[in-house]
């Protein structure tokens, strides 16, 4: 009988303690010895000479818009993008249609994902004034990542904008609560102020760095008051970045891929197809959020994948749909900024595998370590590979990025010891299950 089930040889592992050339051997879906294994045998061994093995990344921010529209998206289709771009765990939010707030909702959507996932999947429970005393049960239910409050920019009943509310929210509980961090208060103050037809560039304006701040200043008051931990969601201005240095007893920090990427250049260029919530901004935040990485300050890297049809991006500013694409394109991006010098691969799986784990409490991912289940993300540094849309899989068939062009690219992955993705091919059927957390029951 074979020692292992699959041996991974020849690699450049990126491990917790650095880069090391060194063997992987699997055992019933985990990683059960690492070294030097050339003369192990193997049920299936993968050559990855000349490849670099990371442990399986994570996208913790993704909307599969499931149940909802599958003309836009679905749970399939949205897992099938993921593991295309190398992703072999998602964290999937809860403004769907319904929305993921009660515990038969909550039921209903761990057993959808059986054979229908590509990838593991986490969900988000949502809070609205109206299950603020059912959060603390929610929260520890199987497979929940985190509770997700929408203290500005919500659709249906799920904000929860005014500081007594969120409060009672942070006192329902205690896992760290995960927050789309704008000021409802003066978002519509300044609504006025536009109309439709004007410059999809006004997004920026409209929903400006104060919106922000504001915003974030709140939560960290009540956050300390209350002993509740946060995590705030794409953070995307200096002055937040900023602020939340002085805050790291109650808080972590998430930045946008497309904040890393973007500026408002892509206002002219895109139209709406640059609009997302909170914005796109200018070259002074993008430095602030790569200073931010470069720091420490920034824990968790994700896509905040939000398709929509395209008649829906293309109406005029601000009557169009905001949110963007990104859960297939985000490991090429970041593998390419890799490419580029703006950050290590060895940063990178800190912010999109670490960094996950950590925040949220998974178990058994996040790093290559022996007990870790066998998941595995198997990059080309040296592949060149530009991005198309004819390569999304996402029923809405369109990425902002088309035409970059990308150095570094993700050519496997293996989900809990078996292949599941090879050179843009998915392998076999969907065998994704609900991501396990510490403070999760089941």
Known sequence: MPAFDLVLRGGTCVLPWGEEGTDIGVRAGRIAAMGDLRTAEAAETIDCTGLHVLPGLIDAHVHLRDPGDPAVETLESGTRAALLGGLTAVFDMPNTAPSITDRERLDWKRGYLEGRAWVDVGLYVGASKKNIAELASLEHQPNVCAVKVFAGSSTGDLLVEDDASLEAVMRSGRRRICYHSEDEYRLQERKPLFHSGMPHRNHMVWRDVDCALIGTQRLMTLARKTGRPAHILHVSTAEELALLRDYRDVSTVEVLLNHLTQTDEAYDRLGGYAVMNPPIRDERHLRAAWAAVADGTVDVVGSDHAP???????????????GLTGVQTIVPLMLDHVSTGRLSLSRLVDLMC????????????????????????????????????????????????AGHRCTGWPVMAILRGAVAMREDEV????????????????
């Open 308 to 322: 929509h049809s395209r008649a829906a991006k293309e109406r005029p500013w601000p009557d169009g749909a905001a």
């Open 354 to 401: 670490a960094g996950p784990a950590r925040v949220y409490g998974v178990t058994g991912k996040g790093r290559l370590a022996a007990g870790y289940d066998a998941d595995f993300t198997l990059v080309d540094m040296k592949r060149q590979r530009t991005i198309e849309e004819s390569w999304i899989v996402s029923p809405c068939g369109w990425t902002p990025f």
């Open 427 to 442: 392998v076999g059927s969907p065998r994704g299950t609900g991501v396990r957390f510490a403070e999760a029951r089941g």
